[in-house]
């Protein structure tokens, strides 16, 4: 478990997997000959031998007044065609707790886009029902995104939308969101479209202090030193090195803390701008 502050607001990370190398599938031009010169990277992020290093976790938002868990992993019990990620038996549910957030105390649950490893916790099984884990909270999910989902299936992982969404939606328990959606007097939406067409950051701002939530919008601070390096699975990869080449020189050089939804431990630091151009993440 890792915490930070934002002037008033806490966040806090639990981790669902953590692995080492066996991500290629991800990010296939992150070789590890291509991934060995940025040196930067070991050994939060890379080993010495250039195996990506990556963390699946959710990211608590804890202003005083709301609790909000952004991107909910994976979640146990599930058929997915990834072997490591496949009916998963862990302790998610009561690393929630022991970081002294219950399932039952959260009020909101966000997406930032609807791909497998995001969405898995949105339901429990229960007597052979999959029902909603977070039974107090409503589920923001992106209006542009659930369009696009509804008519499109996540073959390759599993039936992800049947078991992780879907049940939600049936429920009654979800809310249609802009991309520019403002959650809280701290907590806000914005578009970065490309990994999915409806794919959001989260914005948090308080006491003058500020931090995004990534998402995929990138999915490991190599891509930071190589925006051009593109997810397997991004939908438009050109849309999404667009959003990272804008993402890295709006936030480059700035007072604000760039957390990552897969950066490994310690998961966050600040964009540095080198005088040749590229970036880096400062931690």
Same mark, same amino acid.
């Given at each position: 478990?890792?915490?930070?502050?934002?002037?008033?607001?806490?966040?806090? #990370?639990?981790?669902?997997?953590?692995?080492?190398?066996?991500?290629?599938?991800?990010?296939?031009?992150?070789?590890? +000959? @291509?991934?060995?010169?940025?040196?930067?990277?070991?050994?939060?992020? @890379?080993?010495?031998?250039?195996?990506?290093?990556?963390?699946?976790?959710?990211?608590?938002?804890?202003?005083?007044? #709301?609790?909000?868990? &952004?991107?909910?992993?994976?979640?146990?019990?599930?058929? #997915?065609?990834?072997?490591?990620?496949?009916?998963?038996?862990?302790?998610?549910?009561?690393?929630?707790?022991?970081?002294?957030?219950?399932?039952?105390?959260?009020?909101?649950?966000?997406?930032?886009?609807?791909?497998?490893?995001?969405?898995?916790?949105?339901?429990?099984?229960?007597?052979?029902?999959?029902?909603?884990?977070?039974?107090?909270?409503?589920?923001?999910?992106?209006?542009?995104?659930?369009?696009?989902? #509804? @008519?499109?299936?996540?073959?390759?992982?599993?039936?992800?939308?049947?078991?992780?969404?879907?049940?939600?939606? +049936?429920?009654?328990?979800? +809310?249609?969101?802009?991309?520019?959606?403002?959650?809280?007097?701290? &907590?806000?939406?914005?578009?970065?479209?490309?990994?999915?067409?409806?794919?959001?950051?989260?914005?948090?701002?308080?006491?003058?202090?500020?931090?995004?939530?990534?998402?995929?919008?990138?999915?490991?601070?190599?891509?930071?030193?190589?925006?051009?390096?593109?997810? @397997?699975?991004?939908?438009?990869?050109?849309?999404?090195?667009?959003?990272?080449?804008?993402?890295?020189?709006?936030?480059?050089?700035? +007072?604000?803390?760039?957390?990552?939804?897969?950066?490994?431990?310690?998961?966050?630091?600040?964009?540095?701008?080198?005088?040749?151009?590229?970036?880096?993440?400062?931690?």
């Amino acid at each position: 478990m890792s915490d930070w502050q934002i002037g008033n607001v806490k966040i806090t #990370r639990v981790v669902e997997v953590e692995a080492t190398g066996g991500t290629r599938f991800i990010l296939p031009q992150a070789t590890p +000959d @291509a991934v060995q010169p940025i040196d930067w990277l070991v050994p939060h992020f @890379a080993t010495a031998e250039g195996k990506l290093i990556m963390s699946i976790h959710a990211l608590i938002i804890d202003t005083g007044s #709301r609790r909000i868990i &952004v991107d909910t992993c994976l979640g146990n019990d599930k058929k #997915r065609e990834i072997p490591a990620w496949n009916m998963l038996q862990t302790t998610f549910l009561e690393d929630l707790e022991a970081a002294g957030y219950p399932r039952e105390s959260f009020d909101t649950v966000l997406c930032t886009h609807l791909h497998v490893d995001h969405v898995g916790w949105n339901t429990m099984l229960v007597d052979g029902e999959w029902v909603p884990t977070f039974p107090n909270a409503r589920y923001l999910i992106g209006a542009k995104e659930w369009d696009y989902w #509804r @008519a499109t299936a996540q073959d390759e992982f599993g039936d992800v939308i049947s078991d992780s969404v879907a049940p939600i939606i +049936d429920a009654g328990l979800a +809310d249609l969101v802009a991309m520019n959606h403002q959650i809280c007097d701290e &907590v806000s939406l914005f578009p970065s479209p490309g990994h999915t067409p409806g794919h959001v950051c989260v914005q948090i701002r308080s006491a003058g202090e500020e931090a995004i939530i990534t998402g995929d919008s990138m999915h490991h601070p190599c891509q930071i030193a190589h925006p051009e390096w593109s997810s @397997a699975v991004d939908a438009d990869a050109t849309a999404a090195q667009a959003t990272r080449n804008a993402f890295l020189e709006k936030y480059g050089n700035s +007072d604000t803390l760039i957390i990552g939804t897969h950066f490994a431990t310690p998961t966050a630091g600040h964009l540095k701008k080198k005088d040749t151009g590229e970036y880096w993440l400062k931690i």
